[in-house]
Structure formats: structure tokens, C-alpha cells
């Protein structure tokens, strides 16, 4: 049974930093894509980033260009997403995600088959 639990989330100011984790358990995750995803208050679930678990190769919505990195670590089954420059209207609960299709360049979490609890980041200006 894939586990998803995301670790890293808190407050910080504006302009500052925060990195995500995402601990995987209960598959190999060959083949698989994971993903990061947000939903603040009264808005629809989007995309952070994606990655692809076997090659690595990464993908970003084109609003998340810039801020944003996904990286994974096969042997510890970690997934991160470091976030710079954050702004208030990064404020929202962040999921991981994981989908066993592995189609890494999509940004659509009805793709994605299993998700963690979230983790809260809340930016303060």
C-alpha cells in the first residue's frame, strides 16, 4: 500500500525559504511520477511541479518557473520541493503525490492515484 507523508511545512516571511519532503513507502516507485501540489482557501488543487522517479527529468507549470524545485532521492524515497522567494499567495496546503502511470509531464492531479495528508506552509508579509 503506497504511503505518502509530507514533513517541512510551516510559517515564514515573505521573501523567505522553506523545503518540503515527502517520505514514500510501500511500492519501488519504478515507473511511477510524483508530484506537488497546493490548494489555498477557496481555490481549485494546482500543480507545483512533477517529476519523473525513474529519469529524474522534471516539469513546472509555466507559474511556478523559477521558484520552484522538485528533486527526488531513489535510494531514501524522498520526494522535496524547495521553494525560494515565497510570497503570501504561496500560502496553502501542500500534497504530495504519486501516480503509477508515470506520466510526469502532466499537471493534472486527477492523474494522480495516491496523495499524503498535506502539509501547511503559510507566508507571512
Known amino acids: 500500500q503506497v504511503q505518502l507523508v509530507e514533513s517541512g511545512g510551516g510559517l515564514v516571511q515573505a521573501g523567505g525559504s522553506l523545503r518540503l519532503s515527502c517520505a514514500a513507502s510501500?511500492?519501488?516507485?519504478?515507473?511511477?511520477?510524483m508530484g506537488w501540489f497546493r490548494q489555498a482557501p477557496g481555490k481549485e488543487r494546482e500543480c507545483v511541479a512533477t517529476?519523473?522517479?525513474?529519469?529524474?527529468?522534471?516539469h513546472y507549470p509555466a507559474s511556478m518557473i523559477g521558484r520552484f524545485t522538485i528533486s527526488r532521492d531513489g535510494a531514501k524515497k524522498t520526494v522535496g520541493l524547495q521553494m525560494n522567494g515565497l510570497k503570501p499567495e504561496d500560502t496553502a496546503i501542500y500534497y504530495c503525490?504519486?501516480?503509477?502511470?508515470?506520466?510526469?509531464?502532466?499537471?493534472?492531479?486527477?492523474?494522480?492515484?495516491?496523495w499524503g495528508q498535506g502539509t501547511q506552509v503559510t507566508v507571512s508579509s
Open positions: 503525490a504519486a501516480d503509477p502511470q508515470g506520466i510526469w509531464y502532466s499537471a493534472q492531479s486527477k492523474e494522480y492515484d495516491y
Open positions: 510501500g511500492s519501488t516507485f519504478s515507473g511511477y511520477a
Open positions: 517529476i519523473s522517479w525513474n529519469s529524474g527529468t522534471t
